[in-house]
Structures are given as structure tokens and as C-alpha cells.
């Protein structure tokens, strides 16, 4: 699918070495009906076993998915390509209520209120996958990320849609506290999840104030 006004059609939002999020599945290559299922059974049990949040190895991995080895390797090289694809799946599930979702978090609630939705989304997103995002999207390499281009556009429109000057700057700046790290040191220390989305929320809705 290819993202429309919210947010911008913006070539930032597209990922470098991922898959294309929500790009339009005309687009990608047709998958085999038996490949599918054998990529849905491989990723349900990596999810299981990366749940664990401990080292995962293919061996395991195709074990518990029911797949041969070769199979598993033709599609990915290694466990981490493995968690990326799972990030990926999450992320683009995010990227599509963000388009088409109900409101505050989908269009049509004020832009602090939708930026206060988007805090406590990310926010689960990182309590259920924080694993996974920090094997993927932590340093430079989080700027490298497609979804980072998605989640800076979406919020720069957010920004742009208040009235508030300076969305470039203020879009990366409002994006800095969901850097992975910053939130598992704050899960580290004991804050709660959704003391975190709170926190967060007060700043989107005194950032993105009606004037």
C-alpha cells in the first residue's frame, strides 16, 4: 500500500535494507502458496523462541517450525534476518492503524492527541519486541531503518498539521525519546510502561497545543 497524505509520500519513509512497509503488494514479487505458509510457520516459531530473550539458533528455529534446514536458510541466512522480518511484521501492523486506524490514533483527533496515541503504541510496540529492536534499529543503524523515515514522517505531519514551526528539527527531536535504548534503561529502572506513554503524552499534547 502506498501511503497517501498521512503521512507525506515522503522517500525517507522507505526502508534501505528491509522490505518496502506498506508498499503496494502489486509491487513485490508474487510469493508460492507453499512458501507462505512455510514463512508463517517460521516466523510464529521464532517469535515463540526469540520470546525467550535468549541466543536463538536456525537449528532451532526449524525445529520448531516444522521445516527442513534448507528451507529455512533459502529465505534467511541467519537468526537475525529472522528477527528482522518479525520487526518488520510488527511494524507495519503499527504503520497501517497509524493510515486507516480509528482515531486518536488513526486520522481524524487533534495532532497532540494523535501523537499522544502514537507514544503509547510505540511504547507497546517496544514492552512486546523490545528485543527485537534492540538486535535491529539501536546507534545509527535506527536512522538506517525504514520505519524510522515512516515514523518521522508521520509525526512531521503531525507537527506541520498543529501549526508549530520548525517540524523538521522538532520531528526527530519528538521521535528521540522512543530510541530503544532510552527505553529499556527506563524498564531497567523500574518505570512502568505506561508511566513512560504518560510522560510522553503530556509533552505531544503541550508541544502540539491548539494556539
Given amino acids: ?63 520448531a517450525a516444522g521445516v527442513g534446514r534448507g528451507t529455512l536458510y533459502r529465505r534467511y541466512p541467519d537468526p537475525a534476518s529472522i528477527a528482522l522480518a518479525l520487526l518488520d511484521e510488527h511494524e507495519r501492523g503499527l504503520q497501517e492503524k497509524l493510515l486507516r486506524g480509528d482515531p486518536p490514533l488513526g486520522p481524524g483527533a487533534p495532532p497532540g492527541e494523535r501523537l499522544a496515541a502514537f507514544y503509547d503504541a510505540m511504547t507497546e ?19 538506517a531503518a525504514g520505519a524510522y523515515g515512516f515514523w518521522r514522517a508521520h509525526v ?34 523500574g518505570v512502568p510502561r505506561e508511566e513512560v506513554a504518560s510522560a510522553l503524552a503530556r509533552i505531544a499534547r503541550a508541544v502540539l497545543a491548539p494556539s
Fill in 1 to 63: 500500500m502506498t501511503p497517501r497524505t498521512d503521512p507525506p509520500n515522503d522517500t525517507a519513509a522507505r526502508p534501505r535494507e528491509r522490505t518496502d512497509l506498506l508498499t503496494d503488494a502489486s509491487t513485490r514479487p508474487r510469493e508460492r502458496a507453499d512458501a507462505a505458509r512455510n514463512r508463517e510457520k517460521v516466523l510464529a516459531a521464532a517469535e515463540r523462541l526469540f520470546a525467550e530473550r535468549r541466543p536463538v539458533t536456525m537449528e532451532e528455529i526449524a525445529r
Fill in 125 to 143: 510496540l517496544l514492552e512486546r519486541h523490545g528485543h527485537l529492536v534492540l538486535g535491529a534499529e539501536t546507534g545509527a543503524s535506527r536512522f
Fill in 156 to 189: 512531521r505531519s503531525l507537527v506541520v498539521a498543529a501549526g508549530v514551526p520548525g517540524p523538521d528539527v522538532l520531528a526527530d527531536t519528538l521521535l528521540a525519546p522512543l530510541g530503544p535504548e532510552v527505553y529499556d534503561l527506563q524498564r531497567r529502572n
